[in-house]
């Protein structure tokens, strides 16, 4: 079965610093990677995700990632966070292919300071 | 377009009561999912419906909950007793096709459970 590390529990960031989150998994076969974030007071929501193509992912809000399969990684990036990034990010997985259940990580907690 | 629907927000039980837990997917939307997430933990899937048939229940605890999908539009989680290790958010969400691991799943607000 698939399994998802995200190493940073709580980041605190200032405005405008840049921003990385850690996430590895583990699963030898093809993978599709998603980043997901809930605001405060809202429901998880879909940032970017990861299923072919170029491994730089673009999604919403600025934010990025990269998939580099020899990391098993699919690390989490902005250049520069806003007050309005504060929310909780979780980096999930499954196996491609039909009717593949998601696997959660434990999700980071970013609280960004004006 | 209206977004996943779930009642009741909040529920407070005690141990060895039962509860009922309904989600209306968005309109159109063929796979249903409900995950458990409990404090300081990621989403755990629980069941997840393909229009009216179960795809995945291998997580789903079947000796006290259990899940419908009549009709194969909304969905009721029932967890009957109730055990102490049973307080969570319990999230419904949906996906428009059948089934693709690429889909996106669009998540309800999650029902709040807590269980004395």
């Known amino acids: 079965a698939q399994s998802v590390s995200q190493h940073n529990h709580h980041v605190i960031l200032s405005e405008a610093a840049s921003l990385e989150l850690g996430c590895n998994y583990s699963?030898?076969?093809?993978?599709?990677l998603f980043w997901y974030v809930q605001y405060p007071g809202q429901h998880l929501q879909l940032l970017l995700k990861?299923?072919?193509?170029?491994?730089l992912v673009k999604g919403i809000k600025g934010f990025e990632a990269e998939f580099i399969k020899s990391k098993f990684s699919f690390n989490l990036r902005k250049p520069s966070v806003q007050w309005s990034d504060t929310a909780e990010y979780f980096c999930?997985?499954?196996?491609?292919?039909?009717?593949?259940?998601?696997?959660f990580g434990t999700g980071t907690r970013l609280q960004v300071t004006l | 377009e209206a977004g996943v629907a779930q009642s009741p927000r909040y529920k407070i039980i005690e141990k060895r009561q039962s509860v009922a837990f309904w989600c209306n997917p968005i309109?159109?939307?063929?796979?249903l999912y409900w995950y458990q997430q409990i404090l300081g933990q990621g989403p755990k899937l629980l069941i997840q419906?393909?229009?009216?048939?179960?795809?995945?229940d291998s997580q789903l605890p079947k000796d006290r909950f259990s899940a419908e999908r009549l009709k194969g539009v909304d969905s009721t989680l029932k967890i009957q007793p109730a055990k102490l290790e049973d307080s969570a958010v319990y999230l419904c969400?949906?996906?428009?096709?059948?089934?693709?691991?690429?889909?996106?799943?669009?998540f309800g607000p999650g029902t709040r459970l807590t269980v004395l």
């Open positions: 309109s159109g939307h063929a796979t």
């Open positions: 990861y299923f072919s193509g170029d491994p």
């Open positions: 969400a949906s996906s428009r096709d059948s089934g693709r691991s690429t889909d996106t799943q669009y």
């Open positions: 999930a997985v499954n196996r491609a292919g039909t009717a593949s259940k998601l696997t």
């Open positions: 419906f393909q229009n009216n048939g179960v795809v995945d």
């Open positions: 699963y030898g076969g093809t993978v599709n």
